[in-house]
């Protein structure tokens, strides 16, 4: 029984380690100074026009039946 245990212990470390080490093998990668300005452009955003967005939000705020992930609840009538 206690070679059992002994066993599914040490498989347990080692997969762990080989979990460890799979997911953070390629975790970290630096921007190189010449890669900023390309990624600071405004098609690079993950929002490019925050006006634009705001103004879907509202939208899509008033007219569906209920919020999902902004953490208000309403109806369709746009009384909120």
Same mark, same amino acid.
């Given at each position: 029984?206690?070679?059992?245990?002994?066993?599914?212990?040490?498989?347990?470390?080692?997969?762990?380690?080989?979990?460890?080490?799979?997911?953070?093998?390629?975790?970290? /990668? =630096?921007?190189?100074?010449?890669?900023?300005?390309?990624? $600071? !452009?405004?098609?690079? *955003?993950? +929002?490019?026009?925050?006006?634009?967005? /705001? =103004?879907?939000?509202?939208?899509?705020?008033?007219?569906? $039946? !209920?919020?999902?992930? *902004?953490? +208000?609840?309403?109806?369709?009538?746009?009384?909120?």
């Amino acid at each position: 029984m206690q070679t059992k245990n002994k066993i599914n212990v040490i498989l347990n470390f080692v997969l762990s380690g080989i979990l460890l080490v799979l997911s953070v093998g390629c975790a970290y /990668e =630096s921007v190189k100074p010449w890669h900023r300005g390309v990624l $600071a !452009a405004d098609s690079a *955003q993950l +929002v490019p026009d925050t006006l634009e967005n /705001e =103004s879907d939000e509202h939208i899509y705020f008033s007219k569906e $039946a !209920a919020k999902a992930g *902004q953490g +208000v609840g309403g109806g369709g009538c746009g009384c909120n």
